[in-house]
């Protein structure tokens, strides 16, 4: 199950997500080709690291999403913490791990991490 590690506000329009499964240290092709596939729901620019280790088992994923410069938006964290919810039910359906119900990620406000802000 993919859990967060930490999210980071790097300015206005720049956010970075760091992930960690602990449940595995394989991922096939098929499923690394699939979360390949991941892009925001809105199209704003994304990059996505992704390591696999053998000790401890785990796989780490850092992604970076890069907004419009004009985008105004009055909550950044809502922004931030719907990114790492649609990320982590993106890559837990590929993993074949339980999601959550919609109800769940729209009334999940307090976040699960340190968010860290430069």
């Known amino acids: 199950m993919l859990e ?10 720049t956010f970075v997500i760091h992930f960690i499964d602990k449940s ?8 690394k080709n699939e979360i390949d596939k991941y892009s925001t729901v809105d199209g704003s620019d ?3 690291g992704l390591r696999i280790n053998s000790m401890p088992p785990s796989v780490l994923i850092d992604i970076k999403i890069k907004y ?4 105004y938006n009055p909550n950044y964290y809502e922004l931030l913490n719907n990114n790492e919810k ?9 993993m074949n791990y339980q999601t959550m119900d ?12 340190k ?4």
Request: net charge positive; charged share 30%; proline share 8%.
């Open 68 to 71: 419009p410069p004009n985008l």
């Open 46 to 48: 994304f990059k996505m």
């Open 24 to 31: 595995t240290n394989k991922i096939t092709p098929d499923q």
């Open 4 to 13: 967060t590690i930490r999210k980071e506000i790097i300015d206005q329009n």
């Open 86 to 94: 649609w990320f982590q039910n993106f890559y837990n359906k590929i």
């Open 102 to 113: 919609y109800k769940e990620i729209v009334n999940d406000k307090e976040p699960n991490c």
């Open 115 to 118: 968010i860290k802000s430069k």
